[in-house]
């Protein structure tokens, strides 16, 4: 079992789908992202973000427990097939088990409603990894703002004066304290830099590319990179062509994820590099159309040039060891 994927949209699809009267499973489904296509793609591990739109939410913690919800029904309609992972020993066990193992993340810290009790809870649920933000800023922090990330438009620029909020540090604090780790794709980058200043611990940017290849805003520059790396936390690759290519946006292929690989391991060492897929919260034209076509970015890695060892690194190793490093035993 070699692929651990750090984000995924599958939770908020589904259940925006069945609020639509869709009826749509875990096991099988037309999404990138079910069981079958986990065990086709050979999957260790795969993070499922619970994902709240502010702005289209009413109550956003309310819907974001309707995920976690969700989250618990599959595992236990699945539970010989898939396990979730609250510690280190769950993850051993499940793989142990030949079970695929699930983690749950937080994508928009703004759900807590800036109260640390809510995100104690949210981490007894089993929320392991978070965001501060999504696209909108909120009570914790400033996102770099993505006005048309919904087409994959370019126009937008980095925020580089306002970064986090008090709240947002003292959160910083608990997380830290309680073992969530601190994603900070989709932060502004004033924001990465005041949770380099303000931790201790190595944090993720769990789906974000090189943003020297690929001039947006959801991606890290290469002093990011470098002060991440250096930290000894991980960046997911993102599949979205938006993420890859700014000549290309609609076209989401292996060469050009494999490329952002090759840039990245330029700039902070092979050590940083993990997966980050976004499934099911990415459109357009996708090379790798499902979870089941792993194995295609295995194949193209080997091709530019990546050894067995750095694919190991890039597809599982790398992010188990800071989830090692994160995760209660
Ligand atoms: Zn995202």
Redesign the pocket.
Known sequence: MKTVDL?CDTLSEIRRRRKNGEEISFGKNNLHIDLEKLQQGNYLLQCFAIYVNLKKEENPLAAALEQADLFREIIAQYSSKIGQVKTWIDLEQNRNEGKISALLTL?EGGCCAGSLPVLRILYSLGVRIMTLT?NYENDLAWPNIVPDTLTGGMNCGAQTEHGLKEKGFAFLEEMERLGILIDV??LSDAGFFDVLKHTKKPFIAS?SNARALCGHVRNLTDEMIRALADRGGVMGLNYFGAFLDPSDQAASSVKKIAEHASYIRKVGGIGCLALGS?FD?ISGELEMKNASFLPMLEAELGKQHFTEDEIDLIFRDNALRVLKGSLPG
Request: net charge negative; proline share 0%.
């Open positions: 984000h994508e999504w794709s989709h789906h976004d919260g």
